[in-house]
């Protein structure tokens, strides 16, 4: 190990410690750090920018939640084994949806003319559902979840409709997730 990656452990040990101290501005710094490392290893995976740039965001909440479980084996390390972890599974989830669809789809095939009409009675109204749950978010986030998750926009499409910087977006979106988790259950939407 060269001079250069010891200070560089250091550093990011340092940074791990006052994390667990309850510094955000040093969780800030390790997402600086690690983001491109952890966004070229989901990606790896997924081969989908807009699913790479969700699945790094959850990383990063789920890296700052096992930190506390984190014995300075190595961080890189640790890190990238939590995110491609991670990348699978959602691929994995994925999967199954699709096998599912698939499957639900070749039923509604087989149902009757009204069957079929009150299926998509019933998904519009999730639809509908989703909507206006929607609307009871913080209208500070309300713009930046409409724009990339319903109208799947880029990040740097945001900031410039809302003359902003691309990390703000970012940070918008992870807040409006945070939310979200804290905020909404499963049986909002059954």
Do not use: C
């Not at 990656?5 to 690690?34: C, P, S, W």
């Not at 109208?151 to 990390?167: D, R």
């Amino acid at each position: 190990m060269n001079v250069y990656q010891e200070r560089g452990r250091e550093v990011t040990d340092e940074l791990v410690e006052k994390v667990r101290a309850g510094n955000d501005h040093a969780f800030r710094m390790l997402i600086e750090t690690y983001k491109q490392t952890i966004y070229r290893t989901v990606y790896s995976v997924l081969r989908n920018q807009k699913d790479a740039e969700d699945v790094t965001q959850e990383v990063f909440i789920k890296i700052y939640t096992s930190l506390p479980q984190y014995k300075n084996q190595g961080f890189k390390t640790w890190i990238t084994r939590i995110a491609v972890n991670h990348a699978i599974d959602l691929k994995r989830k994925r999967e199954r949806q699709k096998e599912e669809l698939q499957d639900e789809h070749s039923s509604e095939v087989n149902l009757g003319l009204t069957d079929e009409v009150e299926a998509v009675f019933f998904r519009n109204e999730r639809r509908k559902q989703v909507l206006r749950k929607l609307n009871d978010l913080p209208e500070g986030y309300r713009d930046v979840v409409y724009g990339y998750y319903i109208n799947e926009k880029t990040f740097k499409q945001i900031a410039e409709e809302q003359q902003i910087q691309v990390k703000s977006v970012e940070v918008k979106l992870y807040r409006a997730r945070n939310w979200m988790r804290k905020h909404w259950k499963e049986e909002d939407f059954s």
